[in-house]
Each structure stands twice: as structure tokens, then as C-alpha cells.
């Protein structure tokens, strides 16, 4: 049961152009979201969060919008850098059962120069 | 700082054989995790720590067992290694309870193959 869904396996874009990333869950009582960057043979490394008090939170060229009636977040990178290109993974977490995250599959992210 | 840091970075197994993974992070932090990665799986988590001295399931367990007798140290054993658990296995710490962001902080990962 796949609590936390990225459906597109991979996404490219034209260099200036926005990214935007989609992931979808299914545990409403997912109270915390994180959105991790991974490059090959390298950790995850952290990039923005946002809890699920607020719909949007911003750090420079990355913005995390949640929609929580959809049961949905996106990620935006904009404009887009070749060295963006890595996986992405969203995360979510429900603090009522535990410290513990649960991820999704991830989308490979190619950005064209 | 080194970070989270993993021992080691690659290592062939026989079926049967042990082994025993070793994560270090110099942060401080309070809570530890081992998780698992396999291509299209995304990252599962096998066991936690939230303290020196205790650990934790986390949803793929079976076949490995952990100890985290000093604070900067968490280690996952494999007591009799299978196929199935060829994978590239990641530690992550973060701070304790601090409430302001619950992100993790990984190591490079280590890639265990089971031949």
C-alpha cells in the first residue's frame, strides 16, 4: 500500500524554464512534508519542508505548494538549472504515530541546457 | 564535520553470510534510521533509534536486527544474508525534538550485493 505517491517516474525540462513536481498521499493524517534531492551514488539531501498548517513555503528557487483537500503537494523549481537534475523525492510524516518518514518512489528530474 | 557517515561503502556477500553496517554522525543528533532503497521502491525504513540504548521497527525489518549503544553510532546487522536484501541501505540522523523541522540528514549509503 503505497501511502505516498510520485506518479511521474521522470520529468525534463528546458534550463529557465519552471519544474514542477507532483506527489499525491493517501494518509490524511500526514501532518509534515519534506521534499529530499538525491544525486546517483550520493544521499538523499534535505531541500524544503512545509507543515500542514500552511499551503505554501518558499526557499529561493524552490517553492513547496499543499493542497490538503486534494490530498496533494507539488514542488516548483524555478527558472531550472542543469544541476538540478537529480531524483526528488517527497516525504510525509504523521507525527500522532511515530518519527518516522514515509516516501514516495521519487521522479528523476533532467534539466536540458 | 563529517556528518552521517557510513561503513562501508560496498560490499559483496555469499547467501548465509553476516555482516554488520555501521553509521556514525558527529551532530549530535538524537535519533537514528536505517532504510533500504531498491529501484522503484522509493526509501523504506527498517528500524530507528530515538535515543541512545533504543531502538525501533520500521516497515521492512525481517531478516535484520540493529543497536545503538552510543549516542553517534547505529548499526544494522544482517545475521544470514539473503538475495533479497541486495540493495543500497542509507543512514539518516536528525536532531531531537526541536519542532521546528523533522529533516533527516543521510549518509552516503552503502551498496550490498547478496550473491
Known amino acids: 500500500d503505497q501511502q505516498v505517491k510520485q506518479n511521474s517516474p521522470s520529468l525534463s525540462v528546458q534550463e529557465g524554464r519552471i519544474s514542477i513536481l507532483n506527489c499525491d498521499y493517501t494518509n490524511s493524517m500526514f501532518d509534515y512534508f519534506l521534499w529530499y534531492k538525491k544525486y546517483p551514488a550520493e544521499g538523499p539531501t534535505f531541500l524544503i519542508s512545509?507543515?500542514?498548517?500552511?499551503d505554501k513555503n518558499e526557499d529561493g528557487r524552490f517553492t513547496v505548494f499543499l493542497n490538503k483537500s486534494a490530498k496533494h503537494l507539488s514542488l516548483h523549481i524555478v527558472p531550472s538549472q542543469p544541476g538540478d537534475s537529480a531524483v526528488y523525492f517527497c516525504a510525509a510524516m504523521d507525527w500522532s504515530s511515530g518519527d518516522k518518514l514515509t516516501f514516495g518512489t521519487g521522479t528523476r528530474l533532467a534539466v536540458r541546457p | 564535520n563529517a556528518g552521517v557517515t557510513q561503513t562501508p561503502k560496498f560490499r559483496v556477500l555469499k547467501t548465509g553470510q553476516s555482516m554488520t553496517l555501521l553509521c556514525a554522525q558527529d551532530m549530535n543528533h538524537e535519533y537514528m534510521y536505517w532504510y533500504r532503497q531498491d529501484p522503484g521502491m522509493g526509501l523504506r525504513l527498517i528500524h530507528y533509534s530515538v535515543g541512545e540504548g533504543t531502538t525501533a521497527k520500521g516497515e521492512v525489518p525481517d531478516g535484520y536486527n540493529v543497536s545503538r549503544l552510543k549516542k553517534q553510532n547505529f548499526l544494522l546487522g544482517l545475521e544470514s544474508a539473503a538475495p533479497s536484501q541486495t540493495s543500497v541501505y542509507f543512514c539518516?540522523?536528525?536532531?531531537?525534538?526541536?519542532?521546528?523541522?523533522?529533516?533527516?540528514?543521510f549518509g552516503p549509503g552503502t551498496r550490498l550485493t547478496v550473491t
Open positions: 539518516a540522523s536528525r536532531p531531537g525534538l526541536a519542532g521546528v523541522t523533522y529533516e533527516q540528514y
Open positions: 512545509i507543515s500542514s498548517i500552511k
